[in-house]
């Protein structure tokens, strides 16, 4: 399908900015919408983009409605919601499946009264490998139990000839953007300061990929998506030591990485989860189950598949920006003190 007309909600964001860049390139025209608080921070931010505020959770239907009826958009993109990374108060579920469910298929279902007929949810490769393993992983965790049943409850909202819908489940991102600092340094490298080695689960991997590859996956679903079809977005498979390793080296870091049976991370991993359920907060991912179900698993996505099937080589795609490259990147905006002359 032509894409001429796109409107992001996120398009400030880290994936949001990237994927309209990709539309624009693509010779279609963008808007987005970002937060009032925004206001006086975004004078970086393109001129090309047409650019609105307000809060899209907080906003009616009937508002949410009315905005993306003022143009004749042919696809929307849903770039909102937390990550895994938001430890909420207990149960985290229902905060989840507030923000990631209720929230996404409200406003899903307001693109499709405003007659748009393309819509792309991104989403997370965990439902990927949670519906291989029949919700296992969603029964310990709940950002991930959600962010399945975000797919199902935006799939319920496609109808035939009228409003497709398809989401990209996407892996480990790297990648840098505008006055933003990537959030690796504190997701998960401050986590081993202090430490003479980076002590690891063994026998995990993941899919990686750099943000423009997310761009051209968000672009490529928009245009040659299969309505109801949910797609694992990759680019590289690496094992957990091979990527920290990286990350580490291109930090300026010389430590090494030392990988341990599972269930010893899992020891230490419960003591934090006990501590946050003490402060009456619990976390999306399970960090007791985290360590035994997937940082010990290889959670590879085989990229060319789904690259023949939204017909990259049509598009002139690539899978985007070499990755490793990406990660060095990341990592020097990560500790820019360490490469200061």
């Not at 909600?9 to 010779?27: C, P």
């Not at 409850?153 to 109808?159: D, I």
């Amino acid at each position: 399908m032509e894409i001429k007309k796109v409107f992001i909600a996120g398009g400030t964001g880290f994936l949001g900015y990237y994927s309209a860049l990709k539309f624009i390139e693509m010779g279609a025209s963008v808007d987005t919408i970002a937060l009032p608080n925004e206001l006086n921070s975004l004078d970086w931010f393109p001129k090309n983009i047409g650019l609105e505020f307000g809060n899209l959770f907080e906003m009616s239907d009937e508002e949410i409605t009315k905005l993306l009826s003022k143009q004749k958009y042919d696809a929307f993109v849903y770039a909102l919601g937390p990550d895994d990374r938001a430890v909420p108060n207990a149960p985290a579920i229902d905060f989840f499946r507030e923000k990631l469910v209720k929230q996404s298929a409200r406003i899903c279902n307001c693109a499709k009264s405003a007659g748009i007929r393309r819509c792309v949810v991104m989403g997370s490769y965990f439902a990927h490998f949670d519906k291989l393993q029949n919700g296992k992983l969603g029964e310990y965790h709940p950002y991930i139990k959600a962010r399945t049943e975000q797919e199902t409850a935006v799939f319920a909202l496609a109808e035939p000839e009228k409003f497709d819908v398809m989401v990209a489940e996407l892996p480990y991102i790297f990648g840098t953007m505008p006055e933003r600092e990537p959030l690796w340094r504190k997701s998960l490298l401050e986590h081993f300061d202090g430490m003479k080695s980076v002590v690891f689960p063994s026998g995990g991997g993941t899919a990686i990929i750099d943000v423009t590859g997310v761009a051209e996956a968000i672009v490529a679903i928009a245009i040659n998506g299969k309505s109801g079809t949910a797609y694992p977005v990759g680019n590289k498979n690496m094992t957990f030591k091979e990527l920290i390793t990286l990350m580490l080296r291109a930090a300026n870091d010389d430590r090494k990485v030392v990988l341990i049976p599972a269930f010893l991370c899992a020891m230490g991993a419960k003591k934090n989860d006990e501590k946050l359920h003490e402060q009456g907060k619990e976390g999306g991912l399970n960090n007791q189950k985290l360590m035994t179900q997937i940082q010990n698993k290889k959670f590879y996505i085989e990229p060319q598949p789904i690259w023949d099937e939204l017909k990259y080589n049509e598009l002139g795609f690539n899978g985007g920006r070499d990755v490793v490259e990406s990660i060095r990147e990341t990592m020097q905006r990560c500790y820019p003190e360490r490469f200061t002359k």
